[in-house]
């Protein structure tokens, strides 16, 4: 379960210079570097969308612009770590870009974007939508965070980074949403939490 | 860990896009890189302006600033030249206009003045006595004159 934090390409399960070496031919023109650019990112950029979102379908747009952003950009990325901070504030300034943009409702719920394969109990699978639709009712930025946090598994500097934003703020702003979440999570699940 | 970090772990895991999703994005980058090839020379243009001398550098600024004094420069230069010929084709119709009026009211003049000669001559021709024709001089010299005095 646990990942690498954004130190390295992906999800840690492949060599520094190959990473490079193909970051290096994705800048050249090579469309098949790109697309497997694309393929080792897209769960990493398309979950900060969705759970940011809370929309499956609003988030692949946004997924997809990233990427092409990306493409426009490869010129200025220096290395496969770079490309992963790259890619995560890439996505948080579409992923709220559109939420200032479209505040209607969700027209395909998180909750129908595909699950991972993964064999979960009906309970858990039950507590995970809570969770998801909590942290999808905090104010954006701390929203970002907690994802940032739990989903990327990043430091609160690391967020700052993404964020653009001090990293007390980070401290204060994640606190309180967490304790907002804690709160909210014991009084629905609270024999999931005991 | 504490359960409710766990639980938060759990239900923000990565998921993966829905099938089809790395295709459509280099569907995408596909169209993308065609238009960018129709307009490709402009793109070299905006990047080689972007990286001239490096971001935030004084070269870059003064060459910005240079293009755009130019361009305004070179917009006031057409928008006055065309007031120019704006003004210039105006006084012409108006210098037409004064001709025209001119000959128009010698024309009606010289009418006038043909007429009064005529008559002048008609009424000289049929007097019998001289004492008659000298004082009908006078008179015609009068009618020949008013015309041109009014």
């Not at chain 2, 009418?111 to 001289?130: F, Y």
Request: charged share 30%; net charge positive.
């Amino acid at each position: 379960m646990k990942r690498a934090r954004g130190k390295v390409w992906g999800r840690g399960v492949s060599d520094g210079s190959r990473e490079g070496e193909v970051l290096e031919r994705a800048a050249a023109g090579d469309s098949s570097a790109f697309e497997e650019i694309v393929r080792e990112h897209q769960s990493m950029v398309f979950s900060l969308a969705c759970y940011f979102l809370h929309d499956a379908a609003r988030a692949e747009e946004i997924a997809q612009e990233a990427f092409l952003r990306l493409f426009q950009n490869l010129d200025r990325i220096e290395s496969p770590a770079h490309l992963v901070q790259w890619l995560r504030k890439v996505t948080w300034r579409c992923a709220i870009d559109e939420s200032r943009k479209n505040s209607h409702q969700p027209s395909v719920s998180l909750e129908d974007a595909p699950e991972p394969a993964v064999e979960q109990k009906g309970g858990d699978l039950l507590a995970d939508r809570s969770v998801r639709a909590m942290v999808a009712s905090l104010p954006p930025r701390p929203r970002m965070m907690v994802i940032l946090r739990y989903q990327e598994e990043l430091e609160l500097a690391e967020i700052a980074k993404v964020m653009g934003i001090p990293v007390n703020t980070v401290k204060s702003s994640l606190n309180r949403a967490l304790g907002v979440l804690r709160n909210k999570l014991t009084r629905v699940l609270g024999d999931v939490m005991a | 860990m504490k359960p409710f970090e766990d639980e938060l772990h759990r239900a923000l895991r990565r998921r993966d896009p829905p099938p089809g999703f790395a295709s459509r994005v280099m569907a995408r980058v596909e169209q993308q890189a065609a238009a960018k090839a129709r307009f490709a020379w402009l793109w070299r243009l905006r990047t080689r302006l972007w990286s001239w001398g490096g971001e935030g550098s004084w070269k870059r600024s003064a060459a910005l600033a240079t293009a755009a004094a130019m361009l305004v420069l070179a917009v006031s230069v057409v928008a006055w030249r065309q007031h120019r010929l704006r003004e210039e084709q105006r006084q012409g119709e108006l210098a037409r206009a004064q001709v025209m009026e001119a000959l128009h009211v010698t024309s009606i003049k010289l009418h006038r003045v043909r007429t009064r000669v005529r008559n002048a001559t008609k009424d000289g021709g049929q007097g019998s006595s001289e004492g008659r024709s000298s004082r009908a001089k006078p008179e015609a010299a009068l009618d020949l004159a008013s015309p041109i005095l009014d």
